[in-house]
């Protein structure tokens, strides 16, 4: 009795503190975002004073149109989105069937083969990059597109199949049986059954790795020599102090994710991960 009396005063409260929390933490995503905006758009007079406003006083489109115009952005920009979407297709290719057997195999040796796979992220990027870079060096893939993709290859393929084994893994075992014991082959099975339930959790996988590859900064730092990516030129300009100058390019920066966000957030649901098995 004491327990009902518990839960119905603790949904009471999570019905009347939700919509308010909700509102508090949307605003804390998004203050720093409409803040980084405002500064692109905004005159010197209302940011570089003691006392900034925090609405748009006097609005100004120079700094958008010196960083169009500075023959910069777009050759970073290019080389962000290649790069990203090649790394992106890559991952899914390879990933995908790899993470498809993992998560066949027996319960014990697909514990040892994820751990495997964890134990590559287990030293961080700072500390592999140099060694990388000088490989990359032998191999004449510095500041190529290449050598990038194989780099973020290096950094998302784990996270990758990590995620891919928890969707196939919720696919019973039974729909391919089933459906080669109607006469189709395993490949069949698999292309038909397997797949398409799966690609909810492919078209998060993939979102994922695009976004971690377009944000991307370490293996950019060392890989790159005459074309910056995105990031790098955000970095470029704080390291120089230009605030408009970062803010204008650090808002494009967020701009296609975004974007890409918006056209797969109909996946970002814990139950497509999961599959999409209902």
Do not use: C
Request: charged share 15%; proline share 5%.
């Amino acid at each position: 009795m004491m327990s009902s009396v518990k839960k119905d005063r603790l949904g009471k409260i999570i019905d009347v503190s939700f919509f308010p929390l909700l509102i508090f933490f949307s605003l804390i995503m998004l203050i720093p975002v409409y803040i980084l905006v405002k500064v692109s758009i905004s005159q010197p007079v209302d940011v570089l004073t003691q006392h900034p406003t925090f609405l748009i006083r006097n609005f100004t489109w120079d700094h958008w149109i010196k960083v169009l115009t500075s023959g910069k952005l777009w050759p970073a920009f290019r080389k962000s989105f290649t790069v990203a979407t090649l790394t992106a297709i890559f991952a899914i290719i390879i990933a995908t069937p790899a993470s498809y057997v993992i998560s066949r195999l027996p319960k014990k040796v697909k514990y040892i083969v994820i751990l495997g796979l964890f134990f590559t992220r287990m030293f961080p990027n700072v500390g592999i990059a140099l060694p990388i870079a000088v490989k990359f060096l032998k191999w004449n893939l510095m500041d190529t597109y290449i050598g990038l993709v194989l780099a973020h290859l290096i950094e998302q393929l784990p996270f990758i199949t990590w995620i891919l084994v928890g969707t196939f893994e919720v696919i019973p075992v039974d729909l391919e049986k089933s459906a080669m014991i109607d006469g189709a082959s395993r490949l069949r099975a698999l292309m038909s059954i397997v797949i398409p339930n799966a690609a909810p959790g492919i078209a998060v996988a993939t979102l994922f790795v695009w976004l971690n590859s377009w944000n991307e900064f370490t293996y950019a730092l060392y890989l790159s020599l005459s074309d910056n990516t995105l990031p790098l030129q955000v970095y470029y300009y704080v390291n120089r102090g230009g605030f408009f100058q970062t803010a204008t390019y650090a808002t494009i920066l967020t701009i296609p994710v975004a974007v890409v966000t918006y056209a797969l957030q109909r996946y970002l649901k814990s139950d497509y991960l999961g599959g999409a098995i209902k």
